[in-house]
């Protein structure tokens, strides 16, 4: 049986760029006679809104996406996800990490990696005592020992349906932040446990978060998670081959809707843009307004 999820953040307004995560989801969970959910990513509570959710399946709504089951909300579910944490922290593969962004931002050798600066381990080699003298007064995070964690898992592999068998190479992202105070969980975590809680068999999302399903492989194989296959779709590209972001004006679906687009044009835009992925997007071409 496919399941398969669209899982937006609820920060601000849905653009094309989710649009055509959430059509590729939904139409290989229609065409398989599959079953496609909705689970809304909103473990940040200072950056989430519920009006955004909201407008969100309004959206989806008026694109003629229909979702199955409940929808399951990151906001309601920190027990499980505690839980994720202690069990990480019981097998010794968690340390307390005091470093701000800019204490890991100014260590010299911090190469970068798709989400900033790559962080250099500086807490890793506290003693024991260290941390329970600075944790009783400091803010922290908890982050995963991923050499640890490796030696433990040993190789890991991922099955990607563009980029077939993928070797995971968590150790390239660092030593993630798994829990922290005032989020509780990262998004890494959450992703992983929801993903096995809705038993999600393909992940469909964008090419921008194939750098971080080897973290998560890791996190599925540390807590003895199935392992879900992945298709990353490409990215939205403007002519200049620069992905369609919503600050550079690329349309929301709001915008759309507004102007009296009509949604099926949109979704005949999406299937153009997935049949031909290297292929810069240029709205137009397809009746929608570039700009809104
Ligand atoms: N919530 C994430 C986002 O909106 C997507 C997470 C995922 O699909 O794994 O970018």
Same mark, same amino acid.
């Given at each position: ?19 055509? &995560?959430?059509?590729?989801? $939904? ?22 809104? #519920?009006?955004?959710?909201? @407008?969100?399946? @309004?959206?989806?709504? $008026? ?15 920190? =027990?499980?996800? +505690? ?10 593969? !968690? ?10 931002? =100014?260590?010299? &050798?911090? /190469?970068?990696? #798709?989400?900033? #600066? ?12 260290? %941390? ?9 995070? $908890?982050?995963?020992?991923? =050499? ?16 077939? /068998? ?13 829990? %922290?105070? +005032? ?42 998670? #199935? ?6 779709? /490409? ?23 507004? +102007?009296?687009?009509?949604?099926? *044009? ?6 153009? +843009?997935? *049949?031909?992925? =290297?292929?810069? $997007?240029?709205?137009? !071409? ?7």
């Amino acid at each position: 049986m496919y399941v398969t999820r669209f899982a937006p953040s609820p920060t601000g307004p849905l653009h094309l760029g989710n649009a055509l &995560s959430a059509y590729t989801g $939904w139409t290989r969970a229609r065409n398989n006679g599959g079953t496609f959910l909705l689970r809304i990513e909103d473990i940040d509570t200072s950056r989430c809104r #519920p009006e955004h959710e909201a @407008a969100a399946r @309004a959206d989806l709504a $008026w694109l003629g996406l229909d979702w199955d089951g409940t929808v399951l909300r990151q906001s309601e579910r920190g =027990a499980v996800y +505690a839980w994720a944490i202690a069990r990480l922290r019981v097998m010794g593969l !968690e340390y307390p990490c005091f470093c701000s962004r800019a204490d890991i931002a =100014a260590a010299a &050798s911090a /190469p970068h990696g #798709p989400d900033g #600066p790559i962080y250099p381990g500086t807490c890793r080699h506290l003693s024991d005592t260290e %941390r329970s003298r600075r944790m009783a007064g400091e803010a922290f995070a $908890w982050r995963l020992d991923v =050499a640890a964690a490796l030696a433990i898992t040993g190789p890991l592999t991922w099955h990607d349906s563009e980029a077939g /068998p993928v070797h995971a190479d968590p150790a390239a992202g660092g030593d993630v932040v798994v829990g %922290r105070k +005032a989020i509780g969980v990262s998004y890494h975590l959450a992703v992983v446990v929801d993903d096995a809680a809705q038993s999600v068999t393909e992940v469909v999302r964008g090419a921008d978060l194939f750098e971080a399903t080897h973290v998560q492989r890791l996190l599925q194989a540390l807590l003895g998670l #199935p392992t879900p296959s992945y298709h990353h779709h /490409p990215l939205l590209t403007d002519s200049e081959g620069r992905r369609l972001a919503k600050r550079d004006g690329a349309p929301t679906l709001a915008a759309l809707r507004a +102007a009296g687009v009509d949604p099926a *044009a949109v979704r005949s835009a999406l299937d153009a +843009a997935r *049949a031909a992925p =290297a292929t810069p $997007w240029r709205l137009g !071409e397809f009746g929608l307004p570039s700009h809104l």
